[in-house]
């Protein structure tokens, strides 16, 4: 079985701030990691993902994530916050086996204020 | 090349009325999902399929059906709509040989009243 939990519903930060978006994971082997955006009234696009490469991912819009075994986390993170960063991040995971299912977190709402 | 689909955009039914969605794709992906979102509960599986012909149940299969039968078109049923069914619904598909990741529809949004 697979879980993520994401560490607050609602993250607000100041235009130029540090952005840090929680994930934390439960999978009973090695998982595949994805951070995902979802802009008001559309669909979901991929940011970045961790497949059991490099630790440390780089992703779209300046984003990265660093997949950390030992505190079984994915937290996301951006150095200088944009007014057009403000959406809904979504994490999700996955693992071998599992037919690519995805279990997704319950999201965290970026605010970006100015 | 537009990717992952979804028809119609917006639709509004009575309960007990019955409607399909339909998604299509056009990157011949083996896989495809259906997800539906609700408020604060992130993206809940309904069903799958890992190729033409086949489908899944997943972790909310009760009150829909699904059919794959072109490896292009995942098709997601209501039979009998209740309210408890108004939601999002997202399509997505993968391909097993890419990168695990899933590619996701505009999606649909729904209400049942």
């Known amino acids: 079985a697979q879980s993520v939990t994401q560490l607050g519903s609602h993250v607000s930060v100041s235009e130029g701030a540090l952005v840090l978006l929680r994930c934390n994971y439960s999978?009973?082997?090695?998982?595949?990691l994805f951070w995902y955006v979802q802009y008001p009234n559309q669909g979901l696009q991929l940011l970045l993902k961790?497949?059991?490469?490099?630790?440390l991912v780089k992703g779209i819009n300046g984003f990265e994530a660093e997949f950390k075994k030992s505190e079984t986390s994915f937290h996301l993170t951006k150095p200088s916050a944009h007014m057009s960063d403000a959406a809904e991040y979504f994490c999700?995971?996955?693992?071998?086996?599992?037919?690519?299912?995805?279990?997704f977190g319950k999201g965290t709402l970026l605010t970006v204020n100015p | 090349n537009a990717g992952v689909t979804q028809t119609p955009k917006f639709r509004v039914l009575k309960t007990g009325q019955s409607m399909t969605l339909l998604c299509a794709q056009d990157m011949n992906h083996e896989y495809m999902y259906w997800y539906r979102q609700d408020p604060g509960m992130g993206l809940r599986l309904i069903h799958y399929s890992v190729g033409e012909g086949t489908t899944a149940k997943g972790e909310v299969p009760d009150g829909y059906n699904v059919s794959r039968l072109k490896k292009q078109n995942f098709l997601l049923g209501l039979e009998s709509a209740a309210p408890s069914q108004t939601s999002v619904y997202f399509c997505?598909?993968?391909?097993?040989?890419?990168?695990?990741?899933?590619?996701f529809g505009p999606g649909t949004r729904l209400t049942v009243t």
């Open positions: 999978s009973s082997v090695p998982p595949y």
């Open positions: 961790y497949t059991s490469a490099a630790t």
């Open positions: 999700a995971v996955s693992r071998l086996g599992s037919n690519y299912k995805l279990t």
């Open positions: 997505a598909s993968s391909d097993p040989s890419g990168g695990y990741e899933q590619y």
